[in-house]
């Protein structure tokens, strides 16, 4: 990689690259794991030497890019029935270069691992460290970046819990706030972690049991947003007339798809780009006998443009994210409904929001609780007759501005914990 190309990388990444070319040991290892570098640039660099490398990120456009760029083919894809199996992994014969979409780590024996924590929320990233102690060989080496997100303290401690020998590698190019760690001796037998928050959701006079993990939205309960859409479906939609095609956007834990599958009756799909969302609401479909959801990876309609159209979809978009996320739902909402279908959509700033659905569905219904709308709109003419464009997979990566935006934004909710 030449250094312009480089600079213009995340700190993390880019730092963590260095620590790499300067390891006195790298070159004795073949096969490397890259867990979370930009890019994967990690992993393809290795793997452009003629060595094996694997690259896994819990997030499907992180691993989509890599994938495009070297232009992968799926070799599996997760069957609904093996659960610790990943989501999908990628490859190619003639290429020594894997992609793996999973939220733990890939299997498999690996010489040397890197982790760019940068994409992943504090728990989630001091839980995947007896991950990778576990996918090491004996003799293996970790090397690890963290920035002012995570602490320091818990790091090391979590670090020195899973490895014989961990020092701080220190150096004057690193920028402020950025941290880099040397694991050796993994100790392989150390239970692997996964921190999971139980809690119920009563609804509709039952009671349901569920539990949610960092690095998905709300953990540790259902939201009050997307209570108070659940009540809207529920007191709006037609539920009774035929088996309702159900779309669950966004799936995180899985709550909406097990109250719509058990309380509404109707035949539900969830999507999420998010792997360790996808293991959620798997786990909790099964706890609550709910057999017959459809659960995928998708980036928003990507991946489920066969299964359209939809009579219902319900979705609680990100609000940490510019409204780029949000049209790409909404006029997909119109593109994949069927006629009189619904989009049901919790949102906070409702200005941009009522506008866009103005301009494509032709209007909606406004339901307020507290500090949460959901809008709900019906599809009522052809794509053709609305201001919704062809769809196209976007194959651009993030704006600038967008990833300091939400790069500042992850680092306030550090500051907060």
């Not at 701080?168 to 993994?186: H, K, N």
């Not at 057999?291 to 990876?297: D, G, K």
């Not at 997979?393 to 680092?411: I, N, V």
Request: a positive charge; aromatic letters at 10%.
């Amino acid at each position: 990689m030449c250094d312009s190309s480089r600079h213009e990388l995340p700190r993390t990444t880019r730092y963590l690259f260095e620590a790499l070319n300067h390891y006195e040991d790298a070159g004795k290892a073949l096969k490397l794991l890259d867990v979370g570098s930009a890019q994967g640039v990690i992993a393809k660099s290795w793997a452009y030497g003629s060595r094996s490398a694997v690259y896994s990120h819990y997030l499907l456009p992180a691993c989509q890019t890599v994938v495009d760029d070297y232009s992968l083919k799926a070799v599996s894809k997760r069957a609904n029935t093996n659960w610790n199996d990943p989501y999908l992994v990628w490859g190619q014969k003639a290429q020594d270069l894997r992609v793996v979409f999973t939220d733990t780590c890939p299997s498999g024996t690996h010489d040397l691992a890197v982790f760019d924590t940068k994409d992943y929320e504090t728990p989630h990233a001091l839980e995947m460290i007896t991950h990778l102690a576990n996918c090491l060989a004996l003799d293996g080496s970790l090397l690890s970046v963290i920035d002012d997100a995570v602490s320091t303290g818990n790091w090391l401690d979590e670090l020195g819990a899973s490895f014989s020998c961990v020092r701080e590698l220190r150096s004057d190019s690193y920028g402020q706030g950025i941290r880099v760690f040397l694991a050796t001796g993994p100790k392989t037998d150390r239970t692997r972690k996964w921190s999971c928050e139980n809690w119920k959701l009563p609804f509709a006079g039952r009671t349901f049991t569920l539990c949610g993990a960092g690095g998905v939205f709300s953990p540790k309960g259902l939201d009050e947003g997307t209570g108070h859409m659940l009540k809207v479906i529920q007191e709006t939609a037609s539920l009774n007339e035929k088996r309702v095609r159900f779309l669950d956007l966004g799936c995180g834990t899985g709550a909406v798809s097990v109250v719509a599958d058990q309380v509404f009756g109707c035949q539900v799909t969830a999507v999420d780009i998010n792997a360790r969302a996808l293991y959620l609401t798997e786990k909790n479909c099964r706890a609550n006998d709910v057999s017959s959801v459809l659960v995928l990876p998708s980036d928003g309609f990507d991946d489920i443009s066969h299964l359209a159209p939809f009579d219902i979809i319900a979705c609680n978009p990100p609000y940490h994210t510019d409204f780029g996320v949000a049209k790409k739902f909404v006029e997909g909402a119109f593109r994949y409904l069927d006629k009189k279908g619904c989009l049901y959509l919790v949102v906070k700033r409702t200005n941009w929001y009522e506008a866009k659905l103005r301009s494509i569905f032709g209007g909606f219904r406004r339901f307020v609780r507290g500090g949460y709308t959901v809008l709900v709109s019906e599809k009522r003419s052809s794509p053709s007759q609305s201001g919704a464009k062809p769809h196209k997979r976007s194959t651009k990566p993030a704006k600038r501005k967008h990833s300091k935006r939400l790069e500042a934004s992850r680092l306030r909710k550090a500051r907060r914990k």
